[in-house]
């Protein structure tokens, strides 16, 4: 499966009873438990390749610009 790392052990270790999740954001994501400790590991998979299939870029939106103050002399 994935290795992560576990916080408690402070150590990399291969994620037990993974199971692969798909945040709210739509990246992948493996969720499991350390086998050492038992605590939860959370592994986020890949960069722009783990974005759901099928789904088109957002492009940025221009941020409005402030208007310049005029100098008081």
């Known amino acids: 499966m994935a290795?992560?790392?576990?916080?408690?052990?402070k150590a990399k270790k291969e994620i037990a009873n993974g199971v692969e999740?798909?945040?709210?954001?739509?990246?992948?994501?493996?969720k499991g438990k350390c086998p050492?400790?038992?605590?939860?590991?959370?592994?986020?998979l890949g960069g722009k390749a783990a974005v759901a299939a099928g789904s088109e870029p957002v492009p940025?939106?221009?941020?409005?610009?402030?208007?310049?103050?005029?100098s008081g002399q």
């Open 60 to 70: 940025a939106t221009p941020v409005p610009q402030k208007p310049e103050k005029p």
């Open 36 to 44: 050492t400790c038992g605590t939860v590991m959370f592994k986020i």
């Open 21 to 30: 999740e798909t945040m709210k954001n739509g990246r992948k994501a493996i």
């Open 3 to 9: 290795e992560g790392y576990c916080v408690k052990c």
